[in-house]
C-alpha cells in the first residue's frame, strides 16, 4: 500500500516531485525516440538488441506502474498512449513477433505532446511560452508528422528499395517530396510505395505546409476583447482590430 500511495503521489500530485518524475518520464521518452530512430543505422546488432530489451523492460514497468497509480485502471489499460507502449514492448522484446509492429515505435513521438504539456506546467508564469504556445505546438506536431511519415516510408522500403538504407534517406525523401521539391533521386519502389508516395504530395500540400506557416507567422496571443468576443490578437497590440475598443493585454514589458 506505501508504494501504491507514491506512485499515485508521483503520478497524480500537483507538487515539486511530481513535476520532476514527468520531466523525467518525458526525457526518457524523447532518449528512447533518438535511440530507436538511430538504431537503423545498426540493424542486427546484438548490442541493439540488448538495449531493445532494456528499454522494453523498461516501458513496461513504467506501464505497470502507470496503471497501479490510476483512478480507472481499466479506462488508463484502453488510453491510446498505452495501446501505442504495449505494441511498443512487443516489438522490443519479442522482436520475431513484433518485427511487423517495429514502425510503431516511432509514434512514441507523440509522447513529445506530453513533454511538452509537463514543460508548460512546470514553468506556468512564463510569458515566453503563453506568447509562442502556438508556434511551439505547431513545431512539435510538424515533427511529430515528419518522422511518422519518415517511419512509414523507412518500414515499408528497406527491404525491397536500396535507397532506403537507414532513416535519414527516408527523412530525405519524405522532406522533399512534402516541400513537393522532388528532386527525383530517390523514389518509393511499387504500386504501395507509388500510392504512399501520393499521399505524401497530397498532404504535403495541405498539412505540412500549414504547420510551416503556423510557426513562422507572426505571434499571436490569446485574449479576449470583452466587446466583441475576438480571442486573437497581435501581442502587442492596444486596440482590438475588430471593435478598436482599447485592449489590455499583459506582458513582460520591452526588453
Not at 106 to 118: D, E, G, H, M
Not at 156 to 169: F, G, K, L, M
Request: net charge positive; glycine share 6%; charged share 20%.
Amino acid at each position: 500500500m506505501r508504494i501504491l500511495t507514491s506512485l499515485r503521489s508521483l503520478y497524480r500530485g500537483d507538487d515539486e516531485a511530481t513535476r520532476r518524475f514527468h520531466v523525467a518520464l518525458a526525457t526518457f521518452d524523447i532518449a528512447t525516440i533518438v535511440f530507436l530512430v538511430a538504431s537503423s543505422f545498426f540493424p542486427g546488432s546484438p548490442l541493439i538488441e540488448a538495449i531493445d530489451i532494456a528499454i522494453g523492460v523498461a516501458i513496461l514497468l513504467e506501464l505497470i506502474a502507470r496503471l497501479a497509480a490510476s483512478r480507472s485502471p481499466k479506462r488508463e489499460f484502453f488510453n491510446p498512449f498505452m495501446l501505442v507502449d504495449m505494441v511498443v514492448v512487443v516489438s522490443l522484446l519479442v522482436p520475431i513477433l513484433g518485427e511487423g509492429f517495429a514502425f510503431l515505435r516511432v509514434l512514441r513521438l507523440l509522447r513529445l505532446i506530453r513533454a511538452y504539456s509537463v514543460f508548460t506546467r512546470s514553468r506556468p508564469n512564463s510569458p515566453f511560452l503563453r506568447r509562442n504556445e502556438r508556434t511551439i505546438l505547431a513545431a512539435i506536431n510538424l515533427g511529430i508528422f515528419l518522422f511518422i511519415a519518415t517511419a512509414l516510408v523507412y518500414e515499408t522500403q528497406r527491404s525491397s528499395n536500396d535507397q532506403i538504407a537507414n532513416y535519414v534517406d527516408a527523412f530525405y525523401y519524405t522532406v522533399t517530396t512534402m516541400t513537393t521539391t522532388g528532386y527525383g533521386d530517390i523514389t518509393l519502389k511499387g504500386t504501395w510505395g507509388r500510392l504512399l508516395a501520393s499521399l505524401m504530395m497530397i498532404v504535403g500540400v495541405s498539412l505540412f505546409l500549414r504547420l510551416v506557416q503556423t510557426m513562422f507567422r507572426p505571434s499571436k496571443v490569446d485574449f479576449k476583447c470583452p466587446d466583441c468576443g475576438l480571442t486573437r490578437h497581435d501581442h502587442d497590440a492596444v486596440h482590438c482590430k475588430a471593435c478598436g475598443l482599447v485592449l489590455n493585454i499583459e506582458d513582460e514589458g520591452l526588453d
